[in-house]
T-cell receptor, first 112, second 113 residues
Framework: QKEVEQNSGPLSVPEGAIASLNCTYSDRGSQSFFWYRQYSGKSPELIMS????GDKEDGRFTAQLNKASQYVSLLIRDSQPSDSATYLC????????????FGEGTQLTVNP | ETGVTQSPTHLIKTRGQQVTLRCSSQSGHNTVSWYQQALGQGPQFIFQ???????GRGNFPPRFSGLQFPNYSSELNVNALELDDSALYLCASSLAVNYNEQFFGPGTRLTVL
């Protein structure tokens, strides 16, 4: 079992729709959760961090965390073509020090 | 505020050679982590530096080594390059060693022929 798994892509949504990206993790001691956006040929950009159960909203982005289910998700409302990118889920646990463990990413395409 | 910078942008080496990649952390950040990202994969943790010492290491062989300098900048050295070392090498800085938000530089694309 991979430490961090993301829903396999690619994911394609029409402009204006809600894009839903999912991530599960295996380490129950995980405490910090991050979503990065990576455009093709570029480096990852931090877009959301979440530390406690529930929802965290930032503009069109909502991160949801459920530690009991070991599940974290990212919702993108009113998706725009500029949201087309690979989204990486990253997890940190106390046992792993300060390292981030990444999933393989989900490629999102928003069609005009 | 200056972001994370890395040099060079691209590099082509041949198998067996050695390479040094450089990173300057974001202003005010004292912790630097290095990651390797192969094509189509998520970044893999190589190691982290804090106070000029290695503070955690991933599953990479000893030919991957690093340094951190008093100004918090860092180097990644790879000896005896192998074809599989071809990847995007990412440096990330964070405000402190126990502060987990990490901000990435633009990366160095290494090609080993």
């Amino acid at each position: 079992q991979k430490e961090v798994e993301q829903n396999s892509g690619p994911l394609s949504v029409p402009e204006g729709a809600i894009a839903s990206l999912n991530c599960t993790y295996s380490d129950r001691g995980s405490q910090s959760f991050f979503w990065y956006r990576q455009y093709s040929g570029k480096s990852p950009e931090l877009i959301m961090s979440i530390y406690s159960n529930g929802d965290k909203e930032d503009g069109r982005f909502t991160a949801q965390l459920n530690k009991a289910s070991q599940y974290v998700s990212l919702l993108i409302r009113d998706s725009q073509p500029s949201d087309s990118a690979t989204y990486l889920c990253a997890v940190n646990s106390e046992t792993s020090g300060s390292r981030l463990t990444f999933g393989e990413g989900t490629q999102l395409t928003v069609n005009p | 505020e200056t972001g994370v910078t890395q040099s060079p942008t691209h590099l082509i080496k041949t198998r067996g050679q050695q390479v040094t990649l450089r990173c300057s952390s974001q202003s005010g950040h004292n912790t630097v982590s290095w990651y390797q990202q192969a094509l189509g994969q998520g970044p893999q943790f190589i190691f982290q530096y804090y106070r000029e010492e290695e503070n955690g290491r991933g599953n990479f062989p000893p030919r991957f080594s690093g340094l951190q300098f008093p100004n918090y900048s860092s180097e990644l050295n790879v000896n005896a390059l192998e074809l599989d070392d071809s990847a995007l090498y990412l440096c990330a800085s964070s405000l402190a060693v126990n502060y987990n938000e990490q901000f990435f530089g633009p990366g160095t694309r290494l090609t080993v022929l």
